[in-house]
């Protein structure tokens, strides 16, 4: 149990405006736990909601949705926890009755909630969490890596809505954080992958783990039809959420290639659609994560580690306070930073 009464968070108070604030710390109710936050991510789904740009978020609301620490609280008949013990949480919140759900498909509920956007989530010291959503974090796998699960998540759902399979070629347009991280998912799956991006910096940063890459601003889609010989991907990842992303994407895919739509468009785009008819192309939507990719993502990401393909830590670019979460959304949003910028609510 906790030794203290009160924790600080970190409080969106409203739109553009966050406050480190001192309050009670929660009691678990029933099929609940109370996490200690080790460390917590700042999402590009933070940014949205810190902006006003959310469709459904409400403040005030403690954010933080990307987490990992230690069980330190159980609710009354909960059986399913370890208090100390390390874990994440599938942060997903579906209502059960809807006919997504009905059909088995919770993360695409009509009605999908998320802690840290329609309930508090990790940035603070503690917070609540359904209990059944806990999963525990292996003894070989650093928080720094473990803090990564949720957007490694999105990269295992993305790769299993593409069907891919080893000796693919794969294209991702956008090499942001989830764009790399969709990369290693997929090259770990044994595709062949490319990165396609605009941002020099991003470019560099793809290119330092390994990847191929193309320059979007320099005749994007001859670049990517030269390192395939012409042939075009089997599947396109479009993760930049920008028209032109989408456009690359259909044009670069292959005759009865797969494009899956990652990213979110600020608007509608314009797209030329007739090449999905002329190259019988298949347009796929992607959405967070089954709580089995959750599950798997804990498995993979302790294995990736083990294997060393890839140094995980520079994904992350700095470490922050609950008081420092405001300035790092505004270093993001300037495109200062490239990696992900990480919470300590130990910090102060």
Not at 168 to 190: D, E, N, T, W
Request: net charge neutral; charged share 20%; hydrophobic share 45%.
């Amino acid at each position: 149990m906790a030794q203290t009464k009160t924790m600080r968070t970190a409080v969106t108070t409203q739109w553009k405006r966050l406050e480190v604030q001192t309050t009670t710390i929660p009691e678990p109710g029933p099929g609940q736990v109370r996490i200690r936050t080790s460390l917590a991510g700042i999402c590009g789904s933070d940014i949205h909601i810190f902006e006003g740009h959310h469709p459904t978020a409400v403040a005030p609301v403690v954010q933080g949705h990307e987490f990992v620490g230690v069980v330190d609280g159980i609710g009354p008949d909960e059986v399913g926890a370890v208090v100390g013990q390390r874990v994440v949480v599938e942060p997903l919140i579906s209502c059960g009755v809807c006919e997504a759900c009905r059909r088995g498909h919770v993360h695409v509920c009509r009605k999908l909630n998320l802690l840290g956007i329609h309930v508090n989530g990790a940035f603070a010291e503690y917070f609540l969490a359904p209990a059944r959503k806990v999963i525990a974090v292996p003894e070989g796998l650093s928080d720094r890596l473990a803090v990564l699960t949720e957007p490694f998540a999105v990269g295992v759902h993305v790769c299993s809505r593409a069907g891919l399979a080893p000796g693919m070629r794969a294209l991702v347009v956008g090499a942001g954080p989830i764009g790399l991280i969709v990369a290693m998912v997929a090259q770990s799956a044994g595709a062949q992958v490319t990165l396609a991006e605009i941002s020099p910096s991003r470019i560099a940063q793809a290119a330092s783990f390994g990847f191929a890459t193309i320059d979007s601003g320099a005749d994007a889609l001859k670049q990517a039809m030269t390192l395939t010989d012409g042939d075009g991907y089997d599947v396109v990842f479009e993760v930049s959420g920008a028209a032109a992303g989408l456009g690359l994407a259909i044009e670069a895919a292959r005759v009865r290639g797969i494009i899956v739509q990652v990213g979110f468009f600020s608007k509608p785009p314009q797209a030329d659609l007739l090449k999905l008819i002329l190259k019988e192309l298949s347009l796929v939507g992607s959405r967070v994560y089954a709580n089995e990719d959750f599950r798997r993502t804990v498995r993979l990401l302790a294995r990736m580690a083990g294997e060393g393909r890839f140094d995980l830590e520079r994904l992350i670019s700095e470490q922050v306070g609950l008081a420092g979460i405001a300035d790092a959304i505004g270093r993001i949003m300037a495109g200062e930073v490239t990696g992900k910028v990480i919470v300590d609510p130990s910090v102060k």
